[in-house]
Structure formats: C-alpha cells, structure tokens
Nanobody, 123 residues
C-alpha cells in the first residue's frame, strides 16, 4: 500500500553538495515521520536525519551544520540536502517512513523502507 523510492545519489567530491529525494506512493495511508538512515562498510544502519509531518527535525551530531532535512507533505516527499560532504559520509542512504494504514476497521502501523541509494564522497 506504500512504497518509497529514493533518488539523487552518486559520486561527489569532498566539500561538495548533493540532494537526495524520497517519494512515497500508494493509497490509504498516512505518514507521521520520515527519515534518512545510512549504512557504510561494516556498519549498521543508523538514522542520520528525521522529520515529523508538522516540521520538527532531528539530526545526528555527525551531520550538524552540514545536512538539512525537509518534507513536502503535499507530495509525500522528503529531501536530504547534503553540504560540505566528507569521505566518511560515503554510504548507502535509505529513506524510511512511519506509516499508518487503515483497511476497514483494522489499523496497522509500521515502518517502510526504500531500496537505498549509494553516495560516494571521493576526489
């Protein structure tokens, strides 16, 4: 009933910028929170940025002052603006959403994940 599709990953030089996008599609759902997580070589998947439907944001300390997250509620699309990127930012970035689906008298709450997009920071 919902799927997330990321785009915008690629190769970028240290100090450069990149913008990731994630669009949610489907029907019969509402989203309360969307976020971005990343998984580097040998690392677990860690949340780096999140945003609620009313615009409240949180960022991991490793990206403070460099990354910003924003949400277009009308389009169900979340963005991650990555500025002044560093080699340690290289990872597969995954979009996530906290989703509520109502079908008749049944409500299900779950987290949906995108397929991931590769970001490589290198000279």
């Amino acid at each position: 009933q919902v799927q997330l599709v990321e785009s915008g990953g690629g190769l970028v030089q240290p100090g450069g910028s990149l913008r990731l996008s994630c669009a949610a599609s489907g029907s019969g759902f509402t989203i309360s929170h969307m976020g971005w997580s990343r998984q580097g070589p040998g690392n677990k998947r860690d949340l780096v940025a999140g945003i609620t439907s009313d615009g409240r944001t949180n960022l991991d300390a490793s990206v403070w002052g460099r990354f910003t997250i924003s949400l277009d509620n009308a389009k169900n699309t979340v963005y991650l603006q990555m500025n002044n990127v560093k080699p340690e930012d290289s990872a597969v970035y995954y979009c996530s959403a906290e989703v509520a689906v109502v079908n008749g008298r049944t409500r299900a709450d779950f987290r949906s994940w995108g397929q991931g997009t590769q970001v490589t920071v290198s000279s």
